[in-house]
């Protein structure tokens, strides 16, 4: 799980949201114990809300949600590095951005 490329909303899992969180310095102590998926509508994209809460004690940022974009829809799951590219590069100014990619 720790290298897999989550594809679809269905393959999110308290594993996988423990472990970029943690790996990414967010939560330094704890963990999440239970999240829900909120699709939003996109015709190019497959995007959700991914809310979180954690156990009693967590320490780090614990942010409530996250947003979730997985390219290709149903069409296809390839998307280039373009992407990862234009969110870290043209969204820098974004004033309340965390600025940071799980």
Known sequence: MENQLIATPQQLDLEWLNLVLTRSG????????????????????????????????TRGERPTSMLLKMCGRENSPDFGPSEVYYYTRDYLGLVGATGKVL
Do not use: K, M
Not at 30 to 53: H, T, Y
């Open 26 to 57: 967010t939560l330094e102590e704890g963990a999440v114990r239970e999240f829900r998926v909120r699709p939003l509508r996109s015709d190019n994209s497959n995007v959700v809300i991914i809310e979180l809460d954690y156990t009693q004690g």
